[in-house]
């Protein structure tokens, strides 16, 4: 049984930092992409940034230079270190772990991210 859970949200105030967590259990973790994820009330999921089996980088253009995605394969878990936060980073953030050869994919259940201003 394959799950993936989140961990690390909270509240904090604007300029301030977090580091976001995703332990996924039932798969082999190295052979997976990772992604993080975002959905504000009332509006839609949208990407944050990715981070592939091979090790490619993708961040969306509101996040670059103040997230990092990084991942331990040894310990099944894929980080998102977010820095200078804002506002309009609140959010629930969600990670995905996908193979891209089957393209089975898995959500955790979301982690609140709240910034102050």
């Known amino acids: 049984q394959v799950q993936v859970v989140e961990s690390g949200g909270g509240l904090v105030q604007s300029g301030g930092s977090l580091r976001l967590s995703c332990a996924a259990s039932?798969?082999?973790?190295?052979?997976?992409?990772t992604g993080w994820y975002r959905q504000a009330p009332g509006k839609q999921r949208e990407l944050v940034a990715t981070?592939?089996?091979?090790?490619?980088?993708n961040y969306a253009d509101f996040v670059k230079g103040r997230f990092t995605i990084s991942r331990d394969n040894a310990k099944n878990t894929v980080y998102l270190q977010m820095n200078s936060l804002q506002p309009e980073d609140t959010a629930v953030y969600y990670c995905?772990?996908?193979?891209?050869?089957?393209?089975?994919?898995?959500w955790g259940q979301g982690t609140q991210v709240t910034v102050s201003s």
């Open positions: 995905k772990i996908l193979r891209a050869m089957t393209m089975e994919a898995y």
């Open positions: 039932g798969v082999i973790f190295s052979i997976w992409s």
């Open positions: 981070l592939t089996r091979t090790g490619n980088t």
